[in-house]
């Protein structure tokens, strides 16, 4: 079985599970406060598999839909938006949901940007292959 070395834990290459270090007596990270870590690598590979189930929001999209304030049964008929356009091989969108215009990455499965109705006047939107209306 082979391992490898993380951050000074040992792990078992293909599973997950931490393994004690074998060498007790020669402890190389004693200054190394295990309380400190926020994420443990448990939390960062759920996140990992949550990330392919949904969809990413860019820093820009997300400060405009704080504005817009989409709930949680909003950010899920927009994930049903990713799923219509990808099935019909889009690469990118718009999507018309409450007079809002969504600009989405169906490859990245990224929300890029969010325009409301106002703001959206006199605008064109390029490089986009579908429109997808929620």
């Known amino acids: 079985m082979n391992y490898r070395i993380i951050n000074g834990q040992t792990y078992p290459v293909g599973n997950f599970g931490l393994i004690e270090n074998v060498q007790s007596n020669k402890s190389i990270n004693k200054n190394v406060n295990t309380k400190d870590k926020t994420n443990s690598f448990k939390d960062v590979l759920n996140n990992a598999i949550s990330k392919e189930q949904s969809f ?3 820093k820009h999209a997300e400060l405009r839909l704080n504005e817009i304030n989409f709930t949680k049964e ?9 799923e219509i356009a990808k099935d019909k091989g889009s690469k990118n969108t718009v999507m018309l949901y409450k007079d809002v215009a969504l600009i989405a990455s169906v490859e990245n499965k990224t929300l890029i940007t969010a325009i409301e109705k106002e703001r959206a006047k ?3 939107f390029t490089n986009v292959d579908s429109v ?3």
Not at 74 to 82: A, C, P, S, T, V
Request: charged residues 30%; without cysteine; aromatic residues 6%.
């Open 132 to 134: 997808v209306i929620l």
């Open 122 to 124: 006199d605008n064109i």
């Open 56 to 58: 990413t929001i860019s």
């Open 74 to 82: 909003d950010m899920k008929n927009i994930e049903k938006g990713f």
